[in-house]
T-cell receptor, first 116, second 112 residues
Framework: AQSVTQLGSHVSVSEGALVLLRCNYSSSVPPYLFWYVQYPNQGLQLLLKYTSAATLVKGINGFEAEFKKSETSFHLTKPSAHMSDAAEYFCAVSVDSGGSNYKLTFGKGTLLTVNP | DAGITQSPRHKVTETGTPVTLRCHQTENHRYMYWYRQDPGHGLRLIHYSYGVKDTDKGEVSDGYSVSRSKTEDFLLTLESATSSQTSVYFC???????????FGPGTRLTVT
């Protein structure tokens, strides 16, 4: 079965510092990978996606992620944190559930705190 | 933003009562999903639909049923609500299998 592991349920950084949120996946077939962001009391918003094209993917709000097959990782980074980046971040993998249907499997999320 | 609405946005109900949540989309997407979000569990799939009248179970489907009679509407029903079903429920849509999903604003359900 496919799965996603997000290392660290809570990450705290200073404003202006590098943001690194870790995601490792398990999949028996080439995966599609996604990062979502959730602000308080809101739904999930797509940050970026990997769909077997370029391994370095750029998303919204200055975030990017690199697909590393050898490490089964898809870590999310941003060079300089901003106070507005404080939110919960979810990594997800697309799962072939058989037939013609696909589902997403989500990690448990990483809460990012940005300190002034 | 994807055109997805959920209703109601908040609901408090008593144990044992039936509850129906509605998801409405204006994107004409084929795939629709219902998730629940609970602290420490992330998002868990309840049911999904891959077309009108075509639905299937997710990982936490016990106690829930769904229906999709039109492309734009996907209903989630709790036949007899329990306190363990207190959660935030999200609807999502997707236009292509295996691709990204777009989420609605959520419904906060409290079962007392």
């Amino acid at each position: 079965a496919q799965s996603v592991t997000q290392l660290g349920s809570h990450v705290s950084v200073s404003e202006g510092a590098l943001v690194l949120l870790r995601c490792n996946y398990s999949s028996s077939v080439p995966p599609y990978l996604f990062w979502y962001v959730q602000y308080p009391n809101q739904g999930l918003q797509l940050l970026l996606k990997y769909t077997s094209a370029a391994t370095l993917v750029k998303g919204i709000n200055g975030f990017e992620a690199e697909f590393k097959k050898s490490e089964t990782s898809f870590h999310l980074t941003k060079p300089s944190a901003h106070m507005s980046d404080a939110a919960e971040y979810f990594c997800a993998v697309s799962v072939d559930s058989g037939g013609s249907n696909y589902k997403l499997t989500f990690g448990k999320g990483t809460l990012l705190t940005v300190n002034p | 933003d994807a055109g997805i609405t959920q209703s109601p946005r908040h609901k408090v109900t008593e144990t044992g009562t039936p509850v129906t949540l509605r998801c409405h989309q204006t994107e004409n997407h084929r795939y629709m999903y219902w998730y629940r979000q609970d602290p420490g569990h992330g998002l868990r799939l309840i049911h999904y639909s891959y077309g009108v009248k075509d639905t299937d179970k997710g990982e936490v489907s016990d106690g829930y049923s769904v229906s999709r009679s039109k492309t734009e509407d996907f209903l989630l029903t709790l036949e007899s609500a329990t306190s363990s079903q207190t959660s935030v429920y999200f609807c999502a849509i997707s236009g292509h299998r295996g691709y990204e999903q777009y989420f609605g604003p959520g419904t906060r359900l409290t079962v007392t």
